[in-house]
């Protein structure tokens, strides 16, 4: 008797159980309420794209959850998925790129969200008196308009591709801002977007708190109720946070910190790598750098396999271009070769010596010694200087260095930032090597209307590169995010190791 | 402002014989083991070129990151560094400074303290103005913006460090001038007729210049700590010259996983303050009339 | 009366010498808070201007006494990177700063009183020679250093405290200091030292005293003498250096904050100077001057009204 009744008890509780898994949001589906805790390296900059730029990693992050996007490329899925624009599409002359905007949007100030607001926010960039630092990289674009409330287009002075790979990305121009906080002026610390998280408070030094927006247009897929994140320089600290629980989320480029967290059950590792990397910049306008001879040398002289290894542990990719693990360009680029290197010197036959630049931090000291260290091994002095980041900064702007380190930044449209290093008119050619032959390719490069066009050209530029040795790649950048492994729905960004919460849970 | 006071209540205090005494016995053992480790140091940093170190910013990177061994007493850091090498020669930097600094900090000090201690009046009030306003920044502030101006380096960096000891031997000479100056002996010189040099550095100066010498070693430790601070954040002096702070600042981030490498000059740079501050104190205690608290 | 008019105008003028020293030092450091700015397409007309806008571009010591004109009224400037107030990101970061070095000083109280009456009332004996060699270890240990083992034992080893978990106080009481402990405790293992031998130093002078000798005489028991008898009168002089430390610390807690990420004023200042932010910097070490001879301003006042022969010398010297 009482077996029967356990067992129609069990086959009760059975049914029932499947019945429950059935319904949404059922035990080990998307849980819906809690907070998640990010542990940022930096405090962000500001949410002003007009005060601060594109911004930096831990601002675009930040802001992500707050705006919205135009579009968002989905990297675990490849695909580009419609955010604020339903719909987009070019003209046939690809001159003009047209958005179709959702209806029915609200920016979290109650501001509702069309075209105008879109239109708004980039004449504010593009807006000749604005001193932003964007404006420059933007000549390309004639100007923006709104047909209608729901159309957004940009209007181009020839095909530019590099604005859409952008706009599927993090960067502050995407991120859209409401018209009325940025007409207010508070927008820079009290910003107001339309995104999945509205802003609740910034505390200078110490965390920017954020809760759940339910008016977001896919509000469904919003699980968590609050995200804090916390500004954390040190690293250490950061890993200590995620290992004692009171971090969710951390960025690391720590080779020790990944090494373990890989290796933990306790911590899932995502990870993603970039376009772009670090560079070591001549200038080519400085003796003995302006022999293309002894450039060469040094290329060949610099080992980026010792590098990787003693700076990075491994945990950055080895690069001989900067357009990321996808292309497949051969950039005819130097080899660590130190016999080779010492032959050219011995042709170019005067002793060489040199400064080297660096910033005054670990990484700065690290590579600073190993500069010395390679170039020493085939007879050049090197005497590296090091400053703070504001010095090296204007020092290497000013041109008044003769060697030093560099970054090639994340983006997936890359195209404008190398035409800016590489362009005989551009001020931002900091290795200040003028060819007419790359000025002509860069109009090429920066017109071409297809992928397959724009990648084959932008190899050959990096070809022209390494063959005038004006730089070359020190290490191309790779991203870490670690999480609990109760933590899902991550996502890494296309670009700068942003992280993207919106759709994120915790179990 | 507050320094009279203070000295007042702390200088009032005189110590018994019982008390001096059992100062005597108590840091005996002590004294000596500190002496004999600064004699070590001393010596193993003057003579560091000629001991046969491998060269402290010889990069290897095959060889990153070892255990202590037979080839490499203390290991070698993340860039393949040995690291007994960087820290006797970091002990160069570090104790050069740490004598520079209060050097300088002394002979000016017990300049300006002599003269404001004596004189007195709106000179002593000029003086003591010019030291609280040193005093109202705090030092590593001032450090770091001086060593930003100026770059780092060492004559940079001992020349501000030596500048920003000048108020508390100022303080130290002061106090001690005020109280001699009150004694009879030099009420006596004064009487014969004895000009105000003579008296200020015949008379005063060789009895204020022993409790300022005894400060003047605890000094030193506070200097090697200051530099070492300096360097942690990341100035002092330039790569490749290693100093004890930045050998430690390096080696925090691989705490975990080769903990030797910030723990040798850890304990290196501990044992030499350590060893400053007890044969300071000592001296301290055994030769200075007035008892002048850690300020 | 005079004393404190005295005091007072000192004060003023330490203060005002203070702001222009700092000026005059933060505008002379190299690197340009323009070229941040301007970031990555710094043409020369876009620094220039930047530069005008900021009022970079006019003479020190007119920058200087606008600036001064203004912090006065209580407008302490903008942030040149980011925009903030600096007057409020300076006073929403002061009582993170406070709190540690309040709780730096009631740990450091915490070890100095024990020890310190142990020390003076077995002055001489093996206790007494015992702490005097642990208070010169502690001694010895630079903040930096100390924080950093503290981190290693308790945080990476032992897991115990939180590395660098700053909880406000609007998380909870026990969160909120849990977060302090081992920062307050790197400072707290120098500045205990200082107090304990000025308690014992006073306390052997106080034993000594003929009050004390009656009261032995008199058959009360030791514990007695020592806790109602001879304690109140040493602690004056800690007090007073107490006092002092804290007016201190508030730039001594730099480093400290650095490491355990407390956001506070000490943290601000470094981002700050690493950053060339002009405004912040010439505004956090101008507060922390204020602050400084402030508390030595109370406390000169505080030992006038206990001393008299303080007041009279001030007015007759």
């Known amino acids: 008797m009482k077996t029967k009744k356990l067992g129609a008890l069990a086959v009760a509780a059975t049914l029932a159980f499947c019945l429950l898994l059935t319904l949404p949001g059922a035990a080990w589906a998307q849980k819906r309420g809690g907070t998640l805790t990010v542990g940022l390296e930096s405090e962000p900059q500001g949410f002003d794209a007009a005060v601060v730029g594109t911004g930096d990693g831990s601002t675009q992050t930040v802001a992500l959850a707050i705006h919205d996007t135009l579009l968002w490329r989905d990297t675990t899925q490849g695909k580009l998925l419609p955010m604020v624009a339903a719909s987009h599409a070019f003209t046939e002359d690809k001159k003009k790129l047209i958005f179709k905007i959702r209806e029915g949007m609200k920016f979290h100030d109650g501001t509702p969200f069309t075209a105008h607001a879109l239109v708004f926010f980039w004449n504010r960039i593009l807006d000749p008196n604005s001193k932003n630092t964007i404006r420059p990289f933007m000549g390309p674009i004639q100007g923006v308009s709104a047909p209608d409330d729901h159309t957004f287009q940009f209007e181009l002075k020839h095909p530019w591709l590099a604005l859409f790979k952008n706009l599927g990305g993090a960067n502050l121009t995407s991120a859209i801002p409401s018209p009325k906080a940025l007409e207010s002026g508070t927008q820079q610390r009290h910003p107001v977007g339309a995104g999945p998280f509205r802003f609740k408070s910034w505390t200078g030094g110490d965390r920017i708190v954020l809760e759940r927006n339910p008016d977001y247009w896919d509000a469904e897929h919003v699980y968590l109720d609050q995200v804090v994140f916390r500004f954390l320089p040190d690293e250490q600290a950061r890993y200590a946070g995620l290992k004692s629980g009171e971090l969710d989320v951390i960025w690391t480029d720590r080779g020790i910190s990944i090494e373990k967290a890989k290796s933990d059950p306790e911590l899932t590792v995502l990870e993603k790598e970039g376009l772009g990397g670090t560079i070591y910049i001549m200038n080519t306008t400085k003796p003995p750098l302006d022999n293309p001879q002894v450039r060469q040398a040094l290329a060949h002289a610099f080992n980026q396999e010792a590098l990787r290894k003693v700076v990075y542990r491994n945990t950055r990719p080895f690069i001989r271009h900067p357009f990321g693990p996808e292309s497949t360009c051969d950039s005819h680029y130097r080899e660590h070769d130190p016999t080779r290197a010492r032959a050219l010197l011995a042709e170019y036959g005067q002793p060489v010596t040199l400064e080297s630049l660096h910033t005054n931090n670990s990484r700065g000291q690290e590579s600073a010694a190993l500069i010395q260290q390679f170039f020493g091994d085939v007879g050049v002095q090197v005497k590296p200087v090091l400053f703070d980041q504001t010095t090296y900064f204007k020092k290497i702007l000013t041109g008044d260095f003769v060697f030093s380190g560099w970054r090639i930044g994340d983006m997936a449209g890359i195209e404008p930032q190398l035409s800016a290093l590489t362009h005989s008119q551009s001020s931002y050619n900091i290795t200040r090597y003028k060819s007419p032959e790359i000025d002509k390719l860069l109009t090429e490069y920066r017109t071409a209307d297809t992928e397959e066009k724009s990648d084959a050209l932008g190899c050959q530029l990096i070809q022209r590169v390494n063959d005038a040795a004006t730089m070359f790649f020190g290490t191309g950048n790779h991203y870490y995010v670690l999480t609990r492994k109760n933590v899902k729905n991550v996502q890494i960004a296309i670009s700068n190791g942003v992280i993207r919460i919106a759709e994120a849970w915790k179990e | 402002m507050v320094d009279i006071t203070t000295e007042k209540a702390v200088g009032g205090m005189a110590l018994s014989a019982s008390e001096r005494v059992g100062e005597r016995h108590r840091l005996g053992v002590m004294f000596w083991l500190a002496v004999l480790w600064l004699v070590l140091i001393s010596t193993l940093a003057a003579l560091a070129p000629w001991l046969g170190l491998p060269d402290p910013a010889r990069i290897d990177y095959m060889t990153t990151q070892l255990k202590p061994s037979a080839a490499h007493w203390f290991g070698t850091d993340v860039l393949g560094r040995d690291i007994l090498s960087r820290v006797i020669y970091g002990a160069r930097v570090s104790l050069l400074v740490g004598v520079l600094a209060p050097g300088i900090g002394m002979s000016v000090g017990t300049l300006l303290g002599l003269v404001a201690g004596y004189y007195r009046g709106r000179v002593d009030t000029a003086i003591c103005t010019g030291i609280d306003i040193l005093l109202a920044v705090p030092g590593l502030v001032l450090l770091l913006l001086f060593s930003l101006i100026f770059g780092g380096g060492l004559t940079v960096v001992s020349l501000s460090l030596g500048f920003l000891f000048i108020p508390a031997f100022t303080r130290v000479a002061r106090a001690n001038t005020l109280v001699y100056t009150s004694r009879d002996f030099v009420t006596a010189t004064q009487a014969l007729g004895a000009g105000d040099l003579h008296i200020l550095f015949r008379t005063l100066l060789p009895n204020v210049i022993i409790p300022v010498v005894a400060f003047a070693l605890v000094a030193v430790a506070g200097a090697i700590v200051i530099e070492g601070a300096l360097s942690f954040l990341g100035l002092s002096v330039e790569t490749p010259i290693p100093t004890w702070g930045k050998t430690i600042s390096e080696g925090r981030e691989y705490l975990e996983e080769s903990p030797h490498i910030c723990l040798f000059p850890t304990a290196v740079m501990f044992l030499t303050v350590l060893s400053f501050n007890l044969v300071g104190d000592t001296l301290r205690s055994r030769y200075a009339d007035v008892q002048f608290s850690n300020l | ?317």
């Open chain 3, 1 to 317: 009366m005079r004393f404190i008019i005295l005091r007072l105008r000192r004060l003023l003028l330490v203060m005002f010498l203070v702001s222009l020293l700092t000026f005059v030092l933060v505008n002379w450091l190299p690197g340009d808070v323009a070229y941040q700015k301007a970031g990555m397409e710094a043409s020369k007309e876009l620094v220039q201007s930047i530069r005008q806008e900021l009022g970079l571009d006019q003479p020190v010591l007119l920058r200087f006494v606008k600036w001064l004109g203004a912090f006065v009224t209580g407008d302490w400037g903008r942030s040149f990177l980011t925009g903030e107030d600096v007057r409020e990101a300076i006073l929403s970061r002061f009582p993170v700063s406070f709190e540690l070095m309040i709780l730096a000083q009631l740990i450091a109280l915490g070890l100095a009183l024990p020890l310190g009456i142990i020390s003076a009332t077995r002055a001489g004996g093996l206790a007494d020679r015992a702490i005097a060699v642990f208070a010169f270890f502690s001694l010895s240990i630079p903040s930096f250093m100390g924080a950093i083992l503290l981190i290693t034992f308790f945080s990476l080893l032992l897991g115990l405290l939180p590395a660098t978990d700053y909880q406000p106080l609007s998380a909870g009481l026990w969160a909120n200091l849990r977060s302090f402990i081992l920062p307050a405790l790197s400072i707290a293992l120098v500045e205990w030292t200082v107090l304990m031998r000025v308690l014992r130093a006073e306390m052997i002078g106080v034993l000594q005293e003929v009050y004390i000798l009656v009261a032995r005489a008199k058959g009360l028991p030791r514990w007695r003498i020592i806790f109602f008898h001879a304690l109140r009168p040493s602690l004056f002089t800690m007090i007073t250096i107490l006092g002092l430390q804290v007016g201190g610390l508030l730039g001594g807690s730099l480093i400290v904050e650095s490491i355990f990420a407390l956001p506070g004023v000490g943290r601000l200042l470094i981002q700050a100077i690493y950053s060339r932010d002009f405004m912040i910097i010439q505004g956090v070490v101008t507060f922390i001057a204020l602050v400084y001879v402030l508390v030595n301003f109370l406390v000169d006042m505080l030992y006038a009204v206990l001393d008299p022969r303080i007041r009279m010398e001030a007015d007759h010297g």
